[in-house]
């Protein structure tokens, strides 16, 4: 994504272009990028080839979900939903992980009939549940049990879930019960332990203490471990001052954590998998002038794009076209919900803007689509995906019939 000839281009196609013939707002993604991402991934893990299950919850979209699994990925899900939705993508079963702290028995039940690769419990009395669930169908579950490290993600508190105050997973001590209970179980095949400490991570530091306290646990018990579930979480650079999450150092914490403890390592990344490949195209409504600010309304609004309004997190914004005699301003974006939170960002040194010119807010990919709503009965927008010069569209724009 960049500009040529001063106009903003995804792949080979222009911003004006994609406007013209979708209208705004439009979710955009750019499969070069998905594809340099997979890659990417790979092969800074490649010493000892995990198992990758891509965060259903970052993007629920099936055609996207399908160019992921081409890739040999897997899924991590989180409901009913989410499961149905990796396998109407074609994921495989046995590459697909079920976390989340409420399962319900439906949720497991349907789980266990589709014979996914591991149900991630998160307390006891899940456990027990998988385990009546299972005797009713005389068929032993593979489970992990989720633990919680108590380890800081430095992070944003919103998206931070490894820590004692946190509602995932289990402590140290209800984990040896857990495992101890699983061991005399004739319906539970314990396979796995996971953890998750957040999202957004941009330091290695807080995984290798991660990996310290889970080493400490194996060693306090003795049951082997099939599956290692170290999550994912790992963070992108959203603005210039966002260092990136140094892989290497990750990666050698890894494979020195391995040399002790035989287990498959899986991932659940999402953000780092889909990120920045997507961007939301937006047109001015109107430029209003107080005495104090120049907001600028967008088309677009916290329904299309929450993250801002819901993490305060902030989206780098850019003209669709560059022009040559700048005229600097300083703007707030904002859009017409009856919010005051539906605010994106404020700009200094903006280019001057005129009602009806195109913007981008960048780096939408992961949790943009998917925590969107009908807030204000507003349609969702439509999404596309670039390959080259081609133009697919993933999802129809919703009109007002579908939900009035």
Do not use: W
Not at 140 to 154: C, M, S, Y
Not at 195 to 210: A, F, N, R, T
Not at 275 to 284: A, D, Q, S, Y
Request: net charge positive.
């Amino acid at each position: 994504m960049k500009y040529i000839n001063k106009k903003f281009t995804i792949e080979k196609v222009s911003v004006q272009k994609i406007a013209k013939k979708f209208d705004t707002p439009t979710y955009c993604y750019s499969y070069k990028k998905l594809n340099e991402n997979i890659k990417n991934f790979k092969k800074n893990f490649k010493s000892f080839s995990p198992l990758i299950c891509f965060a259903i919850k970052s993007n629920t979209n099936v055609n996207l979900i399908k160019e992921i699994k081409n890739f040999g990925l897997g899924a991590d899900v989180v409901s009913m939903g989410e499961l149905m939705m990796a396998l109407k993508a074609g994921i495989n079963p046995k590459k697909i992980v079920f976390s989340g702290v409420g399962k319900t028995s439906k949720e497991i039940n349907y789980a266990i009939d589709k014979k996914i690769l591991l149900i991630n419990a998160e307390s006891k009395s899940e456990i027990k549940e998988i385990e009546k669930i299972a005797n009713l169908k005389k068929r032993k579950v593979q489970v992990g049990i989720r633990l919680n490290p108590n380890t800081d993600a430095k992070t944003l508190k919103q998206i931070s879930t490894g820590k004692r105050e946190n509602k995932f997973g289990v402590n140290d001590k209800v984990f040896i019960e857990i495992v101890k209970y699983c061991k005399n179980s004739n319906y539970i095949d314990l396979k796995c332990l996971s953890v998750h400490i957040g999202s957004q991570i941009l330091d290695h530091k807080p995984y290798e203490k991660m990996l310290n306290v889970i080493s400490k646990i194996i060693n306090k018990i003795n049951h082997n471990f099939e599956f290692i579930d170290l999550g994912g979480g790992m963070g992108i650079s959203y603005n210039s001052r966002n260092k990136k999450l140094n892989y290497k150092k990750y990666n050698l914490a890894i494979k020195k954590f391995l040399k002790n403890h035989k287990s498959k390592i899986i991932f659940e990344p999402g953000r780092s998998i889909v990120g920045n490949t997507g961007i939301l195209i937006c047109k001015v409504i109107y430029i209003k002038k107080t005495e104090s600010k120049n907001f600028v309304i967008l088309d677009a609004a916290m329904n299309d794009l929450i993250r801002p309004a819901l993490y305060g997190a902030v989206h780098k914004i850019l003209p669709s076209v560059k022009k040559n005699k700048k005229l600097y301003k300083t703007y707030e974006f904002v859009g017409p919900i009856c919010e005051s939170t539906d605010k994106f960002a404020t700009s200094k040194n903006f280019q001057e803007l005129k009602e009806k010119d195109l913007i981008i807010i960048c780096d939408v990919g992961a949790y943009g689509m998917s925590l969107s709503s009908n807030y204000n009965l507003r349609p969702k927008p439509t999404e596309i995906l670039i390959k080259g010069s081609k133009i697919k569209v993933i999802k129809k724009r919703q009109k007002y019939r579908d939900f009035i």
